[in-house]
């Protein structure tokens, strides 16, 4: 099997429904452009209400026959899709990198991690086992089946365009649900491409359909799916202002829902921690994606005993990040999404540096470079007032407070709405059990700063939200029990 991406006319400039590439039913378009430079990439179906409605009419029919297949076909399916990603690795990833603007090396390496959802969920399918319940009277059978939902709406973000939307597809059609999804305005195309790849792999019409819109138009798109009781659930990955909105204008049709949302996550730093280890755990947690990532570490405290020296350290690495287009070989910090992205990172240091923090390295916009772009960034200083203590700053910033002992940071650390990763280096065995159980959160690196796996259960507590992706627990969000009472026998 192979792809042409440059075909543009073929992938790049429609959208998906009912196994047909097709424009927008009002004709309408939205430009996608590079954030590296503004340029422009290509220009997709800007959908409405019509759209998202032939979408899950077609889900809808494609449904008595995708669930009905026998898991190891579903499974097959799944491999071929899994085997055609990695063959098109180098060609997704420097889509990816072009649209989104991440470096080519961590563009790829997020094809990979995206295909390791599909292979996960491939080997999962074939898992769905039901139970055999002791019956409490003779003559009778009690079964718990495990079904699929049904027709399962999908949203995703642009901060990992294959990532986000391959672990909710592929956990999706493995369960036997057939998926309507719109991935995020800014970033389209490498989920068209993965669409494309899964048509050729044998997803047959109608049970993977994906409609491109604009801002303007992704309110109108997801209230069809609201309001059609045949989608029966949601899974979402976004900011968690629209995640209440999904979970309210869910209510009345009481749909199942996943929301994976924003985070505020701890980095804790304690006296007896290795301080090297904690500090190369921090460059690839903190810095990777420029540091828009929804686990990064955004506030980071660290022990009075170490926090000078962790500074400076930090500093030194900090200050000799490279940072460029991804087009560059050697960049390791491309632009943040948007001009928006920016400013919100320029207001939080403007902020902070009005309440007292100092700027060690960074703290400016890279205006010689383009709009889109600034510098990594250590303030030293910060303070749980601050902007950047209390929401994401979603950028290239690393804010240190200090700390004196264990109870403070921990009531610092959980001082937050947003409860999704949380991290700490020390080298007290019992300090590592006690931590990790006081931590409100719903994944927990112990010195260790790169913790997403498809084996692993990925997802929030609190305003973070709820459901999990990956692992052996991430088909169950997509399964629905039915217990059937056999009598007579
Ligand atoms: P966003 O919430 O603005 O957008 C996410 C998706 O929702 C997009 O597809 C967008 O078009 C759509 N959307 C926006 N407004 C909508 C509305 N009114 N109705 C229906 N759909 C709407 O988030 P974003 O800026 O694209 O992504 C960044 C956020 O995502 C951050 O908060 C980040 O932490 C979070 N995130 C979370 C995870 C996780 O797994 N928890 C992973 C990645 C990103």
Aim: hydrophobic letters at 45%; proline letters at 5%; a neutral charge.
């Amino acid at each position: 099997m192979s792809l042409d991406l440059t075909r543009r006319d073929l992938i790049l400039a429609d959208h998906l429904i009912d196994g047909r590439w097709c424009g927008a039913a009002a004709g309408a378009r939205f430009a996608v452009t590079d954030p590296a430079d503004g340029s422009l990439v290509s220009e997709v179906p800007d959908a409405s209400a019509e759209d998202a409605r032939a979408a899950v009419d077609a889900a809808q029919r494609a449904l008595p026959a995708w669930r009905a297949k026998p898991a190891r076909e579903r499974a097959q399916v799944l491999k071929r899709w899994h085997a055609a990603i990695l063959a098109h690795q180098e060609d997704l990833g420097r889509l990816i990198s072009r649209e989104q603007g991440k470096p080519l090396a961590e563009g790829r390496g997020e094809i990979a991690y995206a295909a390791s959802y599909v292979e996960w969920f491939a080997e999962q399918a074939v898992r769905a086992n039901g139970e055999v319940i002791p019956a409490p009277v003779g003559g009778r059978r009690l079964l718990a089946l495990r079904e699929p939902v049904g027709v399962v709406a999908v949203i995703t973000p642009w901060n990992f365009p294959a990532a986000m939307i391959a672990r909710k597809i592929a956990p999706a059609l493995a369960a036997g649900c057939t998926v309507v999804g719109k991935p995020a305005e800014d970033t389209p195309l490498t989920s068209l491409a993965l669409a494309r790849l899964a048509q050729e792999a044998g997803v047959p019409d109608g049970v993977l359909n994906l409609v491109t819109a604009s801002r303007a138009q992704a309110a109108a798109v997801v209230d069809v799916w609201l309001a059609d009781a045949r989608v029966r659930k949601i899974s979402f990955t976004g900011s968690t202002p629209v995640g209440k909105h999904l979970a309210r204008a869910s209510a009345d049709t009481l749909k199942r829902l996943s929301l994976e949302l924003g985070g505020n996550a701890p980095f804790l730093v304690f006296d007896d921690a290795d301080l090297d280890a904690a500090v190369q755990g921090l460059m690839a947690s903190k810095f990777r994606n420029g540091g828009q990532t929804c686990v990064c570490p955004n506030r980071i405290y660290v022990q009075d005993g170490v926090h000078d020296a962790f500074v400076d350290k930090l500093a030194g690495r900090v200050a000799a990040l490279k940072v460029g287009p991804a087009s560059a070989a050697d960049s390791q910090i491309g632009p943040m999404i948007n001009a928006r992205a920016v400013d919100k990172i320029a207001r939080h240091v403007e902020d902070a540096v009005a309440q007292g923090a100092r700027v060690v390295t960074g703290g400016r916009r890279l205006e010689a470079l383009g709009p889109n772009y600034y510098a990594p960034t250590v303030l030293a200083g910060a303070t749980p007032r601050m902007q950047l203590s209390c929401e994401e700053t979603f950028g290239p910033v690393a804010p240190v407070f200090r700390f004196r002992d264990e109870a403070e940071v921990l009531a610092l650390a959980n001082d937050t709405p947003f409860g999704l990763a949380a991290y700490f280096y020390t080298r007290d065995i019992a300090r590592a059990h006690r931590v990790a159980s006081a931590l409100e959160s719903g994944i927990v690196g112990v010195n260790e700063g790169a913790i997403s796996t498809d084996v692993a259960p990925f997802g929030g507590v609190k305003e973070s939200g709820y459901g999990r992706e990956g692992s052996v627990h991430g088909l169950d969000d997509y399964l629905q029990i039915k217990y059937v009472c056999e009598g007579g026998l």
